[in-house]
């Protein structure tokens, strides 16, 4: 059997849609932070409790999300001749950016949480977070193209966004007096994704649409995590091959959906995606005779129920926006999708004004349950900021 996909790159809308859904709920369950008496089941479970919340599920959603994009921004690239090199180099680039942001959030975060700053630093959590912010969208924005001064000044630009950077990175001290901790460089949302990317990407650069070589690596990965969990390893790897296992669980339906996206092979598509997803589900659920659920100890049971509940969303998704052409249902939500980067950051430039301004929303808003409506109109207005954002040549682009 010829395992070996005739992909074509073609756009599907799904994508976009299961990026969007996937990053307005990550803005969702980030802002319980500021609500009172959550429902336990809709955050994220504690180390070495037995439970999947809500929150617990968005994350490997947004790394199934990276994998079924690398596909088609790998073939596009290579359509276009780009040269190996070339495709390397901007591999290389993105995940740099992101262990960069990841590195900055993440003492961000920690001192929010647990440090706090130290006077001695000259300025407070809520400029780091706003001057961070800003330094990133001057690096990293996608400036359009232009030539003469225009150029030389988003350069400029750029040289500034770095200054900014170098500047809060020398100066920061935390509560305990100790400068950004490079030590924490692997872990956090956006480091975390960038080490992904870069592992799944090379490896689909150097098989590309071998879609048997890709499932061999996804078991490689959920057996590495086996062997990882049951002697207690901890590598430099973040994840230890759990958070790989989702982007790699992406890129192969990316490649189905390559094989059998067209109108006569419909149906075979739906058939694979719905069996592969129950059949995670199912074992999944029978591995949790061994292992407990768990996000934060990526075990098992957590792997598999999560690519089950991913694939059976994202064929709903490709059924519901590709087949039956409904995508316009989800225009208020398509910044998210096609500028998840800037909607991912700019909640840390929001509530670091909020801080600055004393801003503390009334009892009746932040409690159960208009505090959830109160975080999703959250979500939805960093989404419209990001649109407005968009529409002045603002967005991130790594």
């Known amino acids: 059997m010829n395992t070996t996909i005739d992909f074509k790159f073609t756009r599907i809308a799904s994508i976009d849609v299961f990026r969007a859904i996937t990053m307005m709920f990550m803005i969702f369950v980030n802002d319980f932070f500021t609500d009172i008496d959550v429902p336990h089941w809709l955050e994220h479970a504690k180390v070495g409790e037995d439970l999947l919340g809500f929150s617990d599920v968005i994350f490997p959603a947004f790394l199934f999300a990276v994998g079924l994009s690398i596909p088609f921004a790998l073939e596009k690239r290579i359509t276009k001749g780009d040269s190996f090199l070339k495709i390397g180099w901007h591999i290389t680039s993105r995940t740099i950016a992101l262990i960069v942001m990841g590195l900055f959030t993440l003492n961000y975060l920690f001192s929010i949480n647990y440090t706090g700053i130290s006077v001695e630093s000259g300025i407070s959590i809520p400029v780091f977070g706003i001057l961070m912010v800003i330094g990133f969208f001057l690096i990293w924005n996608l400036y359009p193209k232009a030539n003469g001064w225009k150029k030389h000044l988003f350069v400029v630009l ?164 590709d087949n039956k052409r409904k995508e316009h249902w989800f225009n208020i939500i398509k910044p998210a999708g096609t500028a998840t980067l800037t909607c991912y950051l700019l909640p840390y430039l929001v509530y670091s004004i909020f801080m600055i301004l004393n801003f503390k929303s009334p009892e009746l808003i932040i409690k159960f349950p208009i505090g959830l409506i109160k975080s999703m109109a959250f979500a939805l207005l960093i989404i419209w900021i990001t649109a407005l954002l968009g529409k002045i040549h603002i967005k991130l682009k790594v």
């Not at 872990?187 to 490896?203: E, H, M, R």
């Open 158 to 321: 750029q040289i500034i966004g770095v200054a900014l950077l170098v500047y809060i990175a020398i100066v920061f001290r935390d509560g305990n007096g100790k400068n950004i901790q490079i030590h924490n460089w692997e872990f956090g949302v956006l480091a975390t994704i960038g080490w992904t990317y870069l592992s799944c990407t090379l490896i689909y650069l150097i098989f590309r649409k071998r879609l048997s070589v890709m499932l061999i690596i996804l078991a490689a990965f959920i057996l590495f995590r086996v062997f990882a969990y049951k002697l207690h390893y901890h590598g430099i790897i973040p994840g230890n091959g759990a958070y790989h296992s989702f982007t790699m669980a992406g890129i192969i339906v990316s490649l189905l959906c390559g094989k059998y996206g067209s109108t006569d092979k419909i149906k075979k598509l739906f058939s694979i995606l719905i069996l592969s997803g129950i059949s995670m589900l199912l074992v999944g659920i029978w591995a949790h005779r061994w292992w407990i659920v768990s996000k934060l100890d990526q075990t098992i049971p957590f792997i598999l129920i999560c690519i089950g509940i991913n694939v059976l969303f994202y064929a709903f998704l490709y059924w519901l926006t």
